[in-house]
């Protein structure tokens, strides 16, 4: 059994092993520290001057991080809580993003941002959020997310080879749970990994009455009630969760779902559900029979004390109520 | 009154600049001038940012610099450009957007990247990146030079940048164009303190260089540039220098008086007035190379980008 942050880990030092020219940058993830999360532990002792704790400085490390991947390195840059990613608004956007079609050429930056994110863990409204939605829209930027059924390794190797910037969240739970294995969730769910998209099924189901798209973070809350939905419902629920949140990839067996969900941590409004039902509309205009349900976490700061906490983010019981309400 | 700068005069009785380098002066003087020319005519669209009366400063540079170095550039970039590569026909299609073009039109005036040479339009964007390149050249006796002016101080990610470079050691340059306005606000309006003190919390050595004379600069500043490349740390370098157009097109808010000041330190009438015959030599032949060029560019079908 390997935990989400072991798997990470472990790709990276796999990474650093196989490329000379991988650098890692961020703050405190220098042993024996080794990451406020611990993904990058071991890194710096085995690597030397390519791991580099750096000052408090979130938008010169993605700046620095850029200006290694145009000077012909890879750059991998933790943002200590994705929360300090706006910080790097301006490198992102318009250095690293608009560099790479702003010259008139594709100039590559081979640039991953890795941001923990996402909250359920009591640390209040400025370590809690799940920013994905401020970073969508925005040519030449990426924005993916860790799942416990990708491969972290396959991930990165797939980021680093687009030669374009990438956010890759993490969400902070998930770093706690296990990787699934051998297409296997539990004693009901299967799945499978196809395109960068991963599908869990009800084993010998036929159509689902609903597909639910969720990111890597809402996986275990969406599947919770997924469970309850076919115990105490008698509703069959599919999960679509794509490692790639932007642009979006193709989304396999929509057509055949009786119902589409959206759900996100992020704060209502604007979010990626909205870009995720944009996309689909159009091409499922035909066979859907009522619009795509939006389930997001309240417009609301993120209370630090967990019983306010619970209210805001998204938990089993509000997809399930969204579910229902939506197929009555 | 926005000269901060105590009255300093460059020797009216310095030699005569090498020829290579008038050339390359008054190739950037008309080039910027011809730009402003192909404005006033509804030629050019969007803006430009002309780097009259500073085209010493990236001349002087230019034979310090070697060419695996990285340079990066800022809004008020031409004269470093065609410093480093002398294309005035590929950066003038580049901000005509024709045939021909650097980066196909796409990046303009503020936004060129042709071999290690990169200019980009937000301030201070540009340090963090160069500390970047510059964590490559350790070591390698090449360096990274990033041209920022004084208003670039505003923004915190120099401090950020100047940080890590000195932390980290890196061959960086940083070249302050310290022309004593940033648009329009005068730097005593906008800076506490000064670009020495603030090199000087960071332990990074400062050097302030009020010449506008070629080969004075050089003296200065070649062993400076030489530690550098050696010992592989950060310097900064202070121009004090004068902007005699406007900050873009004509959004000079200064007095006359003000602008005049700004005239006396120009170098293009003391040269004039000092060696007027090779002065007007290559003062003709590069007004008139810039006036082809022009020529020339304008008839030339719209640049094509492929869009991705």
Known sequence: ?328 | MIDTFPPFASPRSAPPPAEEDLQLLLLIRHFELTLLRLFEAGQLSGTTHTCLGQEYIPVALKALLESDDFVFSNHRGHGHFLARHTDPHGLLAEIMGREGALCSGVGGSQHIYHRRFLSTGVQGESLPVAVGTALTLKGTGALTCVYIGDGTWGEGSVYEALNMARLWRVPLLVVVEHNGIAQSTPTTAQMAGTVAGRAAAFGIPHHRTVSTEIAEIRAELAPLVAEVRRASVPLVVEFATHRIGPHSKGDDTRTPEEIALAADHDWYTRYAGLFPEAFGRLDREMRELVERAAAEVSARPPSVWERP
Request: include cysteine; proline fraction near 7%.
């Open chain 1, 1 to 328: 059994m390997t935990r989400v942050s072991e798997h990470l880990n472990r790709a990276l030092h796999d990474l650093l092993a196989a490329d000379p020219g991988v650098h890692v940058l961020g703050e405190d993830i220098t042993d024996p520290y080794g990451g406020a999360f611990k993904v990058t532990r071991g890194l710096s002792g085995r690597f030397g001057d390519r791991v580099r704790s750096t000052p408090l400085s979130e938008g010169a490390i993605v700046g620095v991080g850029a200006g290694l991947a145009l000077a012909g390195r890879k750059a991998i840059v933790e943002i200590m809580f994705a929360d300090f990613a706006t910080l790097a608004f301006d490198q992102l956007v318009n250095f690293a993003a608009a560099s790479t079609s702003m010259y008139g050429r594709p100039v590559p930056i081979p640039l991953v941002v890795r941001c923990p994110s996402g909250g359920n863990r009591g640390y209040g409204p400025t370590h809690s959020q799940s920013p994905q939605k401020h970073f969508l829209g925005v040519p030449g930027l990426h924005v993916f997310e860790m799942s416990p059924f990708h491969d972290a390794g396959r991930l990165l190797e797939t980021m680093l080879g687009l030669g374009r910037p990438c956010l890759l969240f993490e969400d902070k739970v998930l770093y706690t749970r296990r990787m699934y294995e051998d297409g296997v969730v539990d004693d009901l769910f299967r799945y499978e990994v196809t395109g960068g998209v991963a599908r869990v099924f009800l084993e010998g189901a036929a159509e689902p009455d609903c597909t639910l798209i969720v990111h890597g973070g809402m996986v275990h809350r969406a599947l919770a009630a997924v469970r309850d939905l076919l115990l105490e419902e008698d509703v069959v629920c599919e999960l679509l969760v794509p490692s790639q949140l932007y642009p979006l990839p193709d989304l396999p067996g929509l057509e055949r779902a009786g119902h589409v969900c959206v759900v996100e941590d992020g704060s209502e409004g604007g979010g990626w559900g909205a870009e995720v039902a944009r996309v689909l509309h159009p091409r499922l205009w035909s066979t859907l029979r009522r619009p795509i349900t939006l389930v997001a976490s309240a417009p609301s700061v993120i209370p630090a004390a967990p019983h306010l906490e619970r209210e805001v983010l998204v938990q089993p019981g509000h997809i399930r109520h969204a579910i229902m309400e939506a197929l009555s």
